[in-house]
C-alpha cells in the first residue's frame, strides 16, 4: 500500500476547518500524515488547530497564496501520493481508500481525480460536477474498473472548453509532480489559479478518474468560485500566462486565444447583467478584434452612453 499525504492549505478558516479536518481523521484508510499549512491567518484558526495537535503537523508560513501554501505542504509531505484538500470542503468516508486504490489499477498514474458535488448552505446538490460534461469529454478514457477510468494521452484541448477538476479532489504521485513543477506559482492571486496547474497535469498522463462523487465542495460567500464572472476574468488570465510561459502549447494557441475570448464575452455579459457599464467597457477592451459579435458590440455602445442614458437602453435590451 502507498503511503498517502493529505495536505490543507487554509487562511481564516476558523469556522470550516473543523468539519473539514473531522472528516479527514475519519477515513477509512487513515492518511500517513495530515499537513495543514495555514496561509497566515488572521483570525482564531491557529487556535482551532492547536485541539487537532496530535492528529495533524502544523506548518505556519507568512501570507503568500494557495499555491504557495499547497507547494509546502507537497514539499513537507513524506507520502509516496500526496491528495490536496481545501480547508472548506469536505471528503466523504472513504475518498482517500478510492483515490489510491487507482495506483493498484495503473501503478504509473501521474494523478487522479474524483467527481463532486457543490454543498450550499448545508444542502448537496443532486447533480455532481461531471454530468455538466459536454458530449464526448470522456471519450477515450479507458476503464480500469466501476466507476473508474484512466487518460492514457494529454487531455489539456478538451479542457480548454470545460474543467471539471478541482484541487480537493487531486491527489498525485508525489514524486512526478514534484518533477513536474508542483502547483504553478506564477498564477499566484488569481482567480481560478489552480486552472494552470490543472493544464500542467492534463499534459502529463496517464491521469485517472473516479465518476463517483467523493467530496463536497463549499459554495459561500467567502469563495472566489461562487463568482462566474470572476472565474471567467481569472481563467482567461491564467490561459493568458500558460500560452506565454509553456512553448509546448503553441500548437493550441488558437484553441486556447479563442478559449480566453469566449470566457471574456461571458464575464461580458455577467457585468451588463449587472449594469456595470465600467466593467463592461475594461472587458470589450481585453477581447480580440474578430472577437466581440453583434450582441456584445450592442452592450459595449451601451456601456459608452451617459449612465441614466445606458441603465434606460439596457433596460429596453432585456424588455
Not at 71 to 80: E, H, V
Not at 86 to 110: G, N, V
Not at 117 to 137: I, V
Not at 213 to 224: G, S
Amino acid at each position: 500500500m502507498p503511503l498517502c499525504s493529505i495536505v490543507v492549505p487554509t487562511y481564516n478558516r476558523a469556522d470550516l476547518i473543523g468539519d473539514t479536518l473531522t472528516a479527514l481523521l475519519a477515513q477509512t484508510q487513515a492518511p500517513y500524515e495530515i499537513i495543514v499549512v495555514d496561509d497566515g491567518s488572521t483570525d482564531a484558526t491557529q487556535a482551532i488547530l492547536e485541539s487537532y495537535a496530535l492528529s495533524i503537523k502544523y506548518i505556519r508560513i507568512d501570507n503568500s497564496g494557495e499555491l504557495v501554501a499547497r507547494n509546502t505542504g507537497l514539499r513537507a509531505a513524506q507520502g509516496d501520493l500526496v491528495a490536496f484538500c481545501d480547508s472548506d470542503d469536505i471528503w466523504t468516508p472513504d475518498t482517500l481508500a478510492t483515490l489510491s486504490a487507482q495506483w493498484h489499477q495503473t501503478p504509473d498514474l501521474f494523478a487522479c481525480y474524483a467527481n463532486f458535488r457543490f454543498l450550499r448552505n448545508g444542502t448537496l446538490s443532486t447533480d455532481t460536477k461531471f454530468d455538466a460534461a459536454p458530449e464526448h469529454f470522456w471519450q477515450d478514457l479507458r476503464p480500469t474498473g466501476t466507476q473508474a477510468g484512466v487518460f492514457d494521452a494529454p487531455i489539456i484541448e478538451r479542457l480548454l472548453t470545460f474543467q471539471p477538476f478541482f484541487p480537493s479532489c487531486m491527489i498525485v504521485s508525489r514524486a512526478k509532480f514534484l518533477h513536474a513543477g508542483g502547483w504553478d506559482e506564477g498564477t499566484t492571486r488569481l482567480v481560478g489559479c489552480d486552472f494552470a496547474t490543472t493544464l500542467r497535469v492534463a499534459a502529463n498522463p496517464p491521469v485517472g478518474v473516479i465518476h463517483r462523487p467523493l467530496v463536497h465542495i463549499r459554495k459561500h460567500a467567502q469563495n472566489f468560485s461562487a463568482d462566474t464572472e470572476k472565474m471567467n476574468l481569472g481563467d482567461a488570465c491564467v490561459l493568458d500566462y500558460v500560452l506565454r510561459t509553456r512553448p509546448e502549447l503553441a500548437p493550441l494557441a488558437g484553441q486556447i486565444r479563442a478559449s480566453m475570448a469566449l470566457r471574456r464575452s461571458n464575464a461580458l455579459d455577467s457585468a451588463f447583467s449587472r449594469r456595470d457599464f465600467a466593467a463592461v467597457r475594461a472587458i470589450y477592451a481585453l477581447l480580440p478584434a474578430q472577437a466581440p459579435g453583434p450582441k456584445q458590440r450592442m452592450k459595449r455602445a451601451i456601456a459608452a452612453l451617459p449612465p441614466k442614458l445606458a441603465r434606460l437602453a439596457a433596460s429596453l435590451t432585456s424588455s
